[in-house]
């Protein structure tokens, strides 16, 4: 199994940066995907930064230039840096792995709360 423990969220003033970490336990081998998504109340989860199996980043739109995903296959984690955050990104940010192999699963962690004050 594998087990994901998100940190680094805050509170930040418009126009400030954060940098998330997604550290996991656990043996990934193979996987498809790693993400970031959050979930603002009343509304659903949005996935906001993708990372393929082969380094490919994606990112949803309104992202797009001031976040970015990367990985440290050596510390087993993922980050996302967000830069130039606006209110509209407060959220709670979760992290997920899609694993191939050793054991089969889509994992997520807790997430952890962001907020941005204007």
């Known amino acids: 199994q594998v087990q994901l423990v998100e940190s680094g969220g805050g509170s930040v003033q418009t126009g400030g940066s954060l940098r998330l970490s997604c550290e996991w336990s656990?043996?990934?081998?193979?996987?498809?995907?790693m993400s970031w998504s959050r979930q603002a109340p009343g509304s659903q989860r949005e996935r906001v930064a993708t990372l393929n199996n082969r380094g490919i980043p994606t990112y949803v739109d309104s992202v797009v230039g001031r976040f970015t995903i990367s990985r440290d296959t050596d510390k087993n984690a993922v980050y996302l840096q967000m830069n130039n955050l606006k209110p509209e990104d407060t959220a709670v940010y979760s992290c997920?792995?899609?694993?191939?192999?050793?054991?089969?699963?889509?994992?997520w962690g807790p997430g952890t709360q962001v907020t941005v004050s204007s």
């Open positions: 997920n792995v899609n694993v191939l192999s050793p054991y089969p699963g889509n994992f």
């Open positions: 656990g043996r990934i081998f193979r996987f498809t995907h």
